[in-house]
T-cell receptor
Framework: AQSVSQHNHHVILSEAASLELGCNYS??????LFWYVQYPGQHLQLLLK??????LVKGIKGFEAEFIKSKFSFNLRKPSVQWSDTAEYFC???????????????FGKGTKLSVKP | EPEVTQTPSHQVTQMGQEVILRCVPI?????FYWYRQILGQKVEFLVS????????KSEIFDDQFSVERPDGSNFTLKIRSTKLEDSAMYFC??????????FGPGTRLLVL
């Protein structure tokens, strides 16, 4: 069965610090990979996604993620965080199959990021 | 920018009562989903819906749950007889194809 692990439950950083949030998935086939963000009181928003091609993908607000197939990882990075990045970050995957993608997203538990001004 | 909307934002109900959660997906989207997140736990897939029928469902989506697209815009999740453990945040999502899903703000359901 597919699963997604996010190893950090809560990360606390000062402004301008660099961020890396880990995400590992377990699935034997080809996957699509996503990072979603949930700002306080708001809904899940797509930060970035990887389907194929360049394993380094850039998303909104200066975020990027690198897909490392050999490590089954899709870590999220940002070189310099801001107070406004305080949010919960969710990694998610869905499987690619012969008919296209399977619909259901499998989510990690989420990582709360708190950025101190 | 078009968004998925959900109503109500909060719902409190008594155990055993029926609830209907409503969603308006983005207008040109063809795939619709429900997820839930019990407090402190992962977001979990419930069901996906395409072409007026369920395309996938999880083990959570038992006979107490049903989905419907009663008209061209709404997508509903019905829980026939709520249980305490149904208390959760319920998210609706929609997508053009079975790839990037856009989520609504959620309905927080509390079963007493």
């Amino acid at each position: 069965a597919q699963s997604v692990s996010q190893h950090n439950h809560h990360v606390i950083l000062s402004e301008a610090a660099s961020l890396e949030l880990g995400c590992n998935y377990s699935y034997g086939g080809t996957v699509n990979l996503f990072w979603y963000v949930q700002y306080p009181g708001q809904h899940l928003q797509l930060l970035l996604k990887y389907f194929s091609g360049d394993p380094l993908v850039k998303g909104i607000k200066g975020f990027e993620a690198e897909f490392i197939k050999s490590k089954f990882s899709f870590n999220l990075r940002k070189p310099s965080v801001q107070w406004s990045d305080t949010a919960e970050y969710f990694c998610a995957v869905n499987a690619q199959n012969y008919g296209g993608s399977q619909g259901n997203l499998i989510f990690g538990k989420g990582t709360k990021l708190s950025v101190k001004p | 920018e078009p968004e998925v909307t959900q109503t109500p934002s909060h719902q409190v109900t008594q155990m055993g009562q029926e609830v209907i959660l409503r969603c308006v997906p983005i207008s040109n989207h063809l795939y619709f989903y429900w997820y839930r997140q019990i407090l402190g736990q992962k977001v979990e897939f419930l069901v996906s819906f395409y072409n007026n029928e369920i395309s996938e469902k999880s083990e959570i989506f038992d006979d107490q749950f049903s989905v419907e697209r009663p008209d061209g815009s709404n997508f509903t999740l019905k829980i026939r007889s709520t249980k305490l453990e149904d208390s959760a945040m319920y998210f609706c999502a929609s997508s053009v194809a079975e790839e990037t899903q856009y989520f609504g703000p959620g309905t927080r359901l509390l079963v007493l």
